[in-house]
T-cell receptor, first 113, second 111 residues
């Protein structure tokens, strides 16, 4: 009963490096999301995918790209990491993009130095 | 723009006390409201989901209410236990950006 799985759990990057955060869900959900959580700011939506084959920008998309690889997987890429992207990143999924319960992964703690 | 506020930011209570956590939102045109629990260093766990047409939802010792017209929701925890210690987040679903989160209430239940 894995639910939403994120890898890696921790990562340290140097400014300018790139990396991809992976997310996979095994609940046959249609919608998937990437959030970042910063102290005092709450969770903010970076990108979302309402269904396989579609992606849309959220509240804070600058500096990120996403790929909905298939129904199960939704990856987040940082092309050139900046210290401002130091945060905890959460992936979430739900059956449909409204009126259904959201399930979250355990998070990826990213530090950019 | 939808804004979600949770008060208080932190709360400390003795074990066994009944308590209420508050969530307010500025735009009453919401699809639903969800309460989450977050333990330190962990992800979010959904506690209760209230659809816009509902007034309340209950699960065990938890009861969440929704008053769309006043832009408020409350999470009632009965007979609190030390295991209830966590951060409780409120999120509303409205418009393009799916869930808008509050900054949470950090609850500590003292044994």
């Amino acid at each position: 009963n894995a639910g939403v799985t994120q890898t890696p759990k921790f990562q340290v990057l140097k400014t300018g490096q790139s990396m991809t955060l992976q997310c996979a869900q095994d609940m046959n959900h249609n919608s998937m999301y990437w959030y970042r959580q910063d102290p005092g700011m709450g969770l903010r939506l970076i990108y979302y995918s309402a269904s396989e084959g579609t992606t849309d920008k959220g509240e804070v998309p600058n500096g990120y790209n996403v790929s909905r690889l298939n129904k199960r997987e939704f990856s987040l890429r940082l092309e050139s990491a900046a210290p401002s992207q130091t945060s905890v990143y959460f992936c979430a999924s739900e059956r449909y993009s409204m009126n259904t319960e959201a399930f979250f992964g355990q998070g990826t703690r990213l530090t950019v130095v | 723009k939808q804004e979600v506020t949770q008060i208080p930011a932190a709360l400390s209570v003795p074990e066994g006390e009944n308590l209420v956590l508050n969530c307010s939102f500025t735009d009453s045109a919401i699809y639903n409201l969800q309460w989450f629990r977050q333990d330190p260093g962990k992800g979010l766990t959904s506690l209760l989901l209230i659809q816009s047409s509902q007034r309340e939802q209950t699960s065990g010792r938890l009861n969440a209410s929704l008053d769309k017209s006043s832009g408020r929701s409350t999470l009632y925890i009965a007979a609190s236990q030390p295991g209830d210690s966590a951060t409780y987040l409120c999120a509303v679903s409205s418009g393009t950006y799916k869930y808008i989160f509050g900054t949470g209430t950090r609850l500590k239940v003292l044994a």
